[in-house]
Every structure is written in structure tokens, then in C-alpha cells.
């Protein structure tokens, strides 16, 4: 028979090892997440889709080199992609995307523009600086939305500022 103080005693020690276990865990998750953040992101290709009146159609891949252990999986990305400073337009790719743990994964979305739109906005001088095109500074800002090892989130914060150049030597 359980005296009171036993009864007590396995309660206590329960919620205890519990409150361990659920301080461990986040303590991973957050760790994984912080590794997360550091993702090296390269330029991985690009090809022409079909033209649709004025608008050019560019399928872009990026290679995503994820140094945590996590698995994520994305499910919606919605960003705004810059060039330069001026904005191109607006990305939502809502195909689930998986990138690995501990390797480089392709990511890849849909772009359409109309260079026209582009050019009007830029000034002269850049139009020249942008016949070295490594030299043009690509921008996409936004939001990614999905799962990582089965745990959702929704609108992690996303930036990318870096040269065409660097990333393509990355």
C-alpha cells in the first residue's frame, strides 16, 4: 500500500522527469534551429519557361546547404525578388520542397517578369554596371512556411542579398 508521502513522491518525480525531458527537447529543437539559420544558399541554375504575352518565365534553383540534423520541409514560399533594388515581382511557390539534414538540397520556384517593367525602373548608369552581370545584386525577402521534423511553423522570416557573382562561384 502507497503511504501519502510515496504517492507525492511519484508525482513529483514524474512531472520532474517530464519538465527534463520537454527542457531537453526544446533545448535540441532550438539548437537544430539556430544551425538552421546559418544555411548557405548558392545559385544552382536557371531555365527559360514559356512567355505568356510581355512576361519572361524563369524557373530559378538554389542550393540550399543545410548544416543542421533537421529534415525541413517547406510548403510555401512566398517572397519578393529585387534586382539591383528594384523589384521584379513576387514569388508564392506552394510546392512541398524537402531539404535535407546535413546536405544540399535544390530548392527551386517559378519567376515571371516583364523586363520591361524592370528596365523603366532602373537608372542609366546601372544599365551599364549591369553588362558585368556578376555584379548585380540579387535580393529576395519574404516568408517560408512548413514542417521541420514534423513540427509546423508558419512565416519564418527569409533574406537573400547577395551578388550574382558570389553566387555562382559559392
Known amino acids: 500500500m502507497l503511504t501519502d508521502g510515496t504517492k507525492k513522491a511519484i508525482i513529483y518525480g514524474t512531472i520532474g522527469t517530464v519538465g527534463l525531458v520537454l527542457a531537453y527537447t526544446i533545448f535540441s529543437i532550438k539548437?537544430?534551429?539556430g544551425l538552421l539559420k546559418n544555411v548557405k544558399v548558392s545559385f544552382a541554375g536557371i531555365g527559360v519557361l514559356s512567355t505568356s504575352g510581355n512576361e519572361i518565365g524563369l524557373n530559378v534553383g538554389l542550393a540550399v546547404k543545410n548544416l543542421s540534423d533537421i529534415k525541413v520541409v517547406t510548403n510555401?514560399?512566398?517572397?519578393?525578388v529585387y534586382l539591383n533594388g528594384v523589384f521584379v515581382n513576387k514569388v508564392i511557390e506552394k510546392t512541398p520542397q524537402t531539404i535535407n539534414g546535413n546536405t544540399t538540397s535544390a530548392i527551386r520556384f517559378n519567376l515571371y517578369?516583364?523586363?520591361l517593367d524592370v528596365v523603366k525602373n532602373i537608372k542609366v548608369e546601372d544599365i551599364v554596371k549591369a553588362f558585368d552581370f556578376k555584379n548585380i545584386r540579387l535580393q529576395i525577402r519574404g516568408y517560408v512556411s512548413g514542417s521541420v521534423d514534423g513540427i509546423n511553423f508558419q512565416n519564418f522570416p527569409f533574406?537573400?542579398?547577395?551578388?550574382?557573382?558570389?553566387?555562382?562561384?559559392?
Open 31 to 33: 539548437k537544430q534551429i
Open 113 to 115: 517578369f516583364n523586363p
Open 76 to 80: 510555401n514560399i512566398n517572397v519578393d
Open 159 to 170: 533574406e537573400m542579398n547577395e551578388k550574382i557573382g558570389d553566387l555562382i562561384k559559392s
